[in-house]
């Protein structure tokens, strides 16, 4: 599912609700990293888009393309809150 910065998502494998706001190509972290996700992530994975999602609430996520479950509507993601916001969009 194509998402863009900005963007709130919820995730597939932990229903996380995170705010998109940096995008890689293809995976950027460490194979001790992705080797340690629970579940596991498919090898293919490491070939999608990737994005750094901030968490509702507080905290932060690294997700590949294929684990966004669904973009929120504006009206759906006006909820959404977390202290780094305004440093990584300028808001609140």
Not at 9 to 38: A, C, L, P
Not at 39 to 64: D, F, M, Q, V
């Amino acid at each position: 599912m194509k998402a863009y910065l900005g963007d709130v998502v919820i995730t597939k494998r932990h229903s996380f609700i995170g705010k998109i706001y940096k995008k890689d190509h293809f995976f950027e972290d460490s194979q001790e990293w992705f080797d340690q996700q629970v579940p596991p992530l498919p090898k293919k994975a490491k070939r999608e888009t990737w994005y750094h999602l901030l968490c509702n609430g507080a905290g932060s996520i690294y997700i590949p393309e294929s684990d966004i479950l669904q973009i929120l509507s504006k009206k759906e993601s006006a909820k959404f809150s977390n202290p780094w916001e305004s440093f990584h969009f300028g808001t609140k």
